[in-house]
């Protein structure tokens, strides 16, 4: 066998235990889970930052040239969770890498007790900043989101307000006396009725005029019904 025969065949052996055992590099995994939640975390409400975790360098995957990141079913970059990576080949695999969104950002707290069915005015409103990501959801993040709105339950000074026990205040209230104002092209006309369920602004109501008739429109502050034709 010529010399440069065997070099070559001796070069092919001495690479065949290396090919078997090519592992996929952690880093280009940890670059499409980056690339991934910096898409992600562009609409969270405030300043978001993360850390990925780490990829075991003595992994058992095979080097993969198409890999894609998802969530997932169920989760959302915030807090401490995980992301997917798979590899979009034929036999491809999948693994989890775990990850952490911190989101700096302010949010609202009760200036002093409410008690239930209280209106909350600005005055009652105190801004904290923090990591929403370690706060329950539904937090109040702006003060528009909570002026306006009645507390469903007694709070004490100091509690982070949610979105759950707040509850838009009623425009119309049950059996309240209203004005029905009907509205079509060319013409309006306004009636007297009776609010048959209780409706917060922009709500559906319905309602029986004085003559029987029930219909149904949008309830408007000051107990004022509008129904369009």
Request: a positive charge.
């Amino acid at each position: 066998m010529p010399v440069i025969l065997k070099r070559f065949l001796f070069l092919f052996l001495l690479a065949l235990p290396l090919a078997s055992f090519a592992r996929q590099e952690p880093a280009e995994v940890k670059r499409v889970v980056e690339d991934f939640l910096r898409v992600q975390t562009k609409g969270l409400p405030g300043q978001a930052s993360f850390s990925v975790g780490s990829v075991d360098p003595n992994n058992n995957l095979a080097p993969c040239p198409a890999l894609e990141a998802f969530l997932p079913a169920g989760a959302r970059p915030w807090g401490r969770t995980n992301v997917g990576v798979r590899c979009q080949v034929e036999g491809g695999w999948s693994i989890y890498v775990p990850v952490q969104v911190k989101v700096s950002g302010e949010y609202f707290v009760t200036a002093r007790p409410l008690a239930r069915g209280q209106i909350i005015a600005a005055a009652d409103l105190a801004k904290r900043t923090g990591d929403l990501a370690e706060l329950p959801a539904g937090i109040v993040t702006e003060a528009a989101q909570a002026v306006g709105q009645t507390v469903t339950i007694s709070v004490q000074s100091g509690q982070v307000l949610r979105s759950d026990i707040l509850r838009a205040q009623l425009a119309v209230q049950q059996n309240q006396s209203v004005k029905v104002v009907s509205k079509g092209k060319g013409f309006q006309v306004a009636t007297e009725g009776r609010a048959l369920n209780n409706a917060s602004d922009g709500q559906v109501v319905q309602v029986r005029t004085a003559s029987g008739q029930t219909v149904s429109g949008i309830a408007r502050p000051g107990g004022i019904v509008e129904v369009t034709y």
